[in-house]
């Protein structure tokens, strides 16, 4: 498998068994639909070895640790099964141990897939597959984002924190179990906002075709826009290459660009279902919206003022190897587009700010095109960057 890939399950019990040159602590995580553990009981490790539909077993410092998915005892409400390694040593990361997880037939051993992360250097800690449930049926992907804060990363990103940050594993299981919330990050300061050149555009002149840095009220006739929209974003390989791998997604923020959260292909709804995602396309091939972001403005909550739109090569091709990338926002209940932004440049990176939706005291949205380039393969990279275009 690549990064990003799946393949359907055709059996109901699975087991993933993650081997390096090196030591592992592997662990597991049941999710439900916002991407979050229901309690500490989900949390599945060497020191709570089971859990509803999941069991742990160590290799012993000799075979490699396995997890074990029964689909069929999965409990209603839990929507993925996420797998995760750290190297036993304290400090050590995956530079040059790359793992490799091998998703088995539970029932005779036999091979269904595997996948080693590409290119691991400074991550301490790694989702390497996920189990998830789609439209009633059970697939497997491949992930391999990693983090260069340990099991700490992973935990606070699913839901359960940890009262240390620092340590790499699970070596204090009872630290790990601790519900403390970190501190959030300082917020950068804000920017000093450029002066539109010209009058504020809005909506009531039908479609509004941007250019990089212009930006649009969605307001019409009067009044803000405040229903369904969506934002679809495509593209398509340059000059007839091979399939490109992108990944889009919104990351949400508060007034003083605090992060609350991401949607993505890995967490398809977040801040009660106002965010929606499509879910994953693999190729780029196709005419149309490859990936679609489905924003209910009207049932925000009141501390998301700022929303910005991603684009990610997963699997590390550039930009300099697509073609025709785009984003546009749609009215949902009516399919019309409002706005288009056509990335007309390209730099050899792996991630992209497309554009940005920030709500006004009035209360009314502003869509600005941005088109800046950010060296970052995954979502999590994307946070910081998006946070300075606000």
């Not at 949400?252 to 660009?257: E, L």
């Amino acid at each position: 498998m690549t990064p990003g890939s799946n393949i359907p399950l055709p059996v109901a019990r699975v087991t993933v068994d993650v081997a390096a040159p090196v030591r592992l602590d592997v662990s597991s995580l049941l999710l439900t639909a916002d991407g979050k553990v229901r309690s500490d009981d989900d949390f599945i490790f060497f020191n709570q070895p089971t859990g509803p539909g999941v069991t742990y077993r160590s290799g012993g410092g000799t075979a490699p640790d396995t997890i074990t998915v029964d689909t069929t005892a999965v409990p209603p409400g839990i929507e993925k099964i996420v797998v995760t390694a750290s190297p036993d040593a304290a400090g050590q990361t995956f530079q040059g141990i790359e793992p490799t997880a091998t998703i088995r037939n539970a029932d005779d051993n036999s091979v269904l897939a595997s996948f080693t992360p590409p290119q691991l250097g400074t991550e301490t800690a790694l989702v390497i597959v996920e189990v998830y449930l789609r439209n009633g049926a059970w697939k497997a992907r491949a992930v391999g984002q990693g983090y260069a804060n340990g099991l700490a990363g992973i935990a606070t990103d699913f839901g359960v924190s940890v009262e240390d940050p620092a340590p790499a594993q699970p070596t204090a299981p009872a630290a790990a179990r601790q519900v403390t919330p970190p501190p959030p990050p300082s917020a950068p300061p804000a920017p000093t906002p450029a002066p539109p050149a010209s009058g504020k555009i809005n909506l009531d002149k039908g479609r509004v075709s941007l250019q990089k840095n212009q930006t649009v009220s969605l307001v019409k006739g009067g009044r803000p826009l405040l229903s369904q929209v969506k934002m679809g974003l495509g593209w398509e390989p340059a000059f007839r290459g091979k399939d490109i791998d992108l990944d889009a997604s919104v990351i949400a923020y508060g007034p003083q660009r605090n992060h609350i959260d991401s949607c993505y292909f890995g967490k398809l709804s977040i801040v009660n279902g106002a965010i929606k995602h499509s879910g994953d396309n693999l190729t780029g091939e196709g005419g149309g919206d490859d990936e679609v972001i489905v924003v209910d403005l009207g049932r925000l909550p009141q501390e998301v003022t700022g929303l910005v739109f991603t684009v990610n090569s997963f699997s590390g091709q550039k930009f300099t190897e697509v073609a025709k990338a785009y984003c546009r926002l749609i009215d949902a209940a009516s399919g019309e587009e409002l706005v288009r932004f056509d990335l007309t440049s390209a730099e050899a990176q792996t991630g992209v700010i497309m554009a940005k939706l920030i709500k006004q005291f009035s209360g009314e949205w502003e869509m600005t095109a941005l088109g800046d380039f950010v060296k970052s393969r995954t979502v999590r990279g994307m946070v910081k960057p998006a946070a300075q275009s606000l």
